[in-house]
């Protein structure tokens, strides 16, 4: 049973900056792709940023220059550096990992108040 784990959500004033861990049951690299995903209150979730293939990443627009993912392989984590965050950014964030099924983190709150 493969378990995510996210940390460090919290509240936050707008510009202010969060880091987000989410720390793996397993090797991050067993996995396909890797990412973070928010979904925010009547709103679907969404895909935030992401490992795609190796190295290569992708992000959301509304996040590009603000947001930036990183890993651990040794830590079997995976991080997302907020900064210069805005009151859109409240949501649940998400880990998210796919290998033959997909896996979620239970989610962490992040709220930015303006």
């Known amino acids: 049973q493969v378990q995510l784990v996210e940390s460090g959500g919290g509240l936050v004033q707008a510009g202010g900056s969060l880091r987000l861990s989410c720390a793996a049951s397993?090797?991050?690299?067993?996995?396909?792709?890797m990412g973070w995903y928010r979904q925010a209150p009547g709103k679907e979730r969404e895909l935030v940023a992401g490992?795609?293939?190796?190295?290569?990443?992708n992000y959301a627009d509304s996040v590009k220059g603000r947001f930036t993912i990183s890993r651990d392989s040794a830590k079997n984590t995976v991080y997302l550096q907020m900064n210069n965050l805005k009151p859109e950014d409240t949501a649940v964030y998400y880990c998210?990992?796919?290998?033959?099924?997909?896996?979620w983190g239970q989610g962490t709150q992040v709220t930015v108040s303006s």
């Open positions: 998210n990992a796919r290998a033959l099924y997909t896996y």
């Open positions: 397993r090797s991050i690299f067993s996995f396909n792709t």
């Open positions: 490992f795609i293939s190796g190295d290569r990443t």
